[in-house]
């Protein structure tokens, strides 16, 4: 009966070892407090007044063109004669050859020291073709 009592005494007391052992597994400390809430008032909020933000102006969008141009400026800080200089536009035909446009060659319309500014109006019969150059 000694040898009982004293097995019994051996599981309880390894037994309490592992339950102090696990026990902070089990306990958690508690959650911090949650913040307090503020106390309404009687006193009611004004409603915000809104305010007008400017936007953009709509543009109408532009009719298509009844024609187009093609532009032509020059620079150069060389000494050159810009009023005597010619110009002239050429398309790409078929076969990969750039041909003179007819009509479109001639000196600058405008000069001034540093270059010229030429301009020749497309009509739309010849949108979309070209290239021109």
Request: hydrophobic share 60%; net charge negative.
């Given at each position: 009966m000694r040898k009982i009592h004293l097995k019994l005494w051996m599981v309880l007391f390894i037994g309490g070892f592992l339950?102090?052992?696990?026990?902070?597994?089990w306990v958690q400390a508690a959650p911090p407090p949650l913040p307090t809430r503020p106390i309404p008032t009687n006193t009611p909020t004004p409603t915000p007044t809104p305010t007008a933000i400017p936007t953009a102006t709509v543009t109408p969008v532009p009719e298509p063109a009844q024609s187009s141009?093609?532009?032509l400026q020059a620079r150069s800080t060389a000494a050159l004669e810009w009023p005597k200089l010619w110009t002239v536009v050429e398309w790409q035909d078929g076969d990969g050859a750039?041909?003179?446009?007819?009509?479109?060659q001639g000196p600058f319309d405008q000069v001034d020291a540093a270059g010229g500014h030429k301009t020749w109006s497309i009509p739309p019969t010849l949108f979309s073709r070209g290239p021109f150059r």
């Open positions: 339950f102090l052992g696990m026990l902070p597994i141009s093609i532009i750039w041909q003179d446009v007819e009509g479109w």
